[in-house]
């Protein structure tokens, strides 16, 4: 594998369920983000994560739950969502987070929730 | 207030015909201005970073080019395989070193 890689590439759940989304980048970055992309809307920065340290949370609501167990991993925990959360969920990774520091994709979860 | 506005929303060109994709963004203390391409369903990849005024960039059909308030993405002669949408992000110092998207471009060159 390489770059950043995402999993489920989709996923429906329902608004009771439970369910996390996985990310891994083999970049070697210290740095990992969660973005959301609605349609028509720009992507808007959810978490950023730098050396598995939390350093952005950009008022999300608590039924998002990130976690970063080390630098290559990211997931993020998803609970009683609501019909507006659905969306493509982006994970991207730099070597840092100081700035100016280039931001690589993964090719995203497209959720749907019912 | 948006930090970052593209222009045009949608743009569609004939095979060949060259054009420009403007990027305005109203940030200070840039740290970075970055170009993505994106197509539908995948994640954005990465095309150029700039940094500073009067950089510019260049990959095969594509020219990046950045001044103190704007960015262009220069398309030569477009080939159908480069209708995609593209991004455009800063990273600025009062940003909290954030990234901030526009809400694209969506580009089709028609064969």
Redesign the interface.
């Known amino acids: 594998e390489t770059g950043v890689t995402q999993t489920p590439r989709h996923l429906v759940m329902g608004m009771t369920n439970k369910k996390s989304l996985k990310c891994e980048q083999h970049l070697g970055h210290n740095a990992m983000y969660w973005y959301k992309q609605s349609a028509k809307k720009p992507l808007e920065l959810m978490f950023v994560y730098n050396f598995k340290e939390q350093t952005e949370n950009n008022s999300v609501p608590s039924r998002f739950s990130p976690e970063c167990p080390n630098s290559s991993h990211l997931f993020l925990h998803l609970h009683t969502l609501q019909p507006e959360d659905s969306a493509l969920y982006l994970c991207a990774s730099s070597q840092g987070d100081r700035g100016g520091e280039t931001q690589y994709f993964g090719p995203g979860t497209r959720l749907l929730v019912l | 207030e948006d930090q970052?506005t593209q222009s045009p929303e949608a743009l569609r060109l004939q095979e060949g015909e060259s054009s420009s994709l403007n990027c305005s963004y109203t940030v200070s203390g840039l740290?970075?201005l970055?170009w993505?391409r994106q197509d539908p369903?995948?994640?954005?990849?990465?095309l150029f970073?700039l940094?500073s005024a009067g950089e510019e960039k260049e990959k095969e059909r594509l020219k990046a080019t950045l001044t103190k308030k704007e960015s262009f993405l220069h398309i030569t002669a477009p080939k159908p395989e480069d209708s995609a949408t593209y991004?455009c992000?800063v990273?600025a110092?009062n940003t909290?070193?954030?990234?901030?998207?526009?809400?694209?471009t969506s580009l089709t060159v028609i064969p």
Do not use: H
């Open positions: 970052v740290r970075g970055f993505y369903g995948k994640g954005p990849e990465f970073t940094y991004l992000a990273q110092a909290g070193n954030q990234f901030y998207f526009g809400t694209g």
